[in-house]
């Protein structure tokens, strides 16, 4: 993960890098299954000295989509036209998950143009350079599901 500047612990930049280790939570736990999402969040969390805050954010996110997987993928592979999820790049396809699951989860508790923005801009750091645009078609078109 880049390093970050120090922001003082603002609830924004709080939920930003809740995002982030949820990213890279639920991407190591795609990669090795032998081990808990539980252990790999506080792994992860410990070293990059993540505070309570953040890693307790971080674990709702990866929760809620390991949790409810079978439901996210599909909410993602119907509006993914033409993209297996088994295909897409694996930081767009996780990434998807987490903000699917605050879309469909937090609903009342995140409002969704943040839930968006929030993975679009990530996707831009951590993805390739067409992630920002594949993470938010697919995102808004699921939002539109979920909030008629």
């Known amino acids: 993960m ?3 500047k120090n922001t003082g612990g603002d609830h924004a930049s709080d939920r930003r890098k809740s995002r982030e280790l949820a990213l890279c939570t639920l991407y190591a736990h795609e990669t090795d299954r032998n081990d808990s999402w539980k252990n790999m969040l506080d792994s992860i969390a410990e070293y990059e ?3 309570g805050d953040v890693k307790g954010y971080a674990a709702k996110l990866v929760g ?14 119907r509006k ?11 930081v767009d396809r996780n990434l998807l998950r987490i903000a699917a699951a605050e879309l469909a989860y937090f609903k009342d508790t995140v409002p969704f143009k943040v839930v968006i923005d929030e993975a679009v801009e990530i996707a831009k750091i951590y993805g390739t350079d067409d992630s920002g645009k594949f993470v938010n078609g697919i995102l808004d078109s699921i939002r539109k ?3 008629q």
């Not at 390991?66 to 592979?77: F, K, L, P």
């Open 2 to 4: 880049p390093e970050k």
């Open 80 to 90: 993914a036209e033409n993209w297996e999820l088994r295909r897409m790049a694996a």
């Open 64 to 77: 809620s989509a390991v949790e409810n997987i079978e439901t996210i993928d599909s909410m993602i592979a």
């Open 49 to 51: 000295g993540a505070s």
């Open 145 to 147: 599901d979920l909030y």
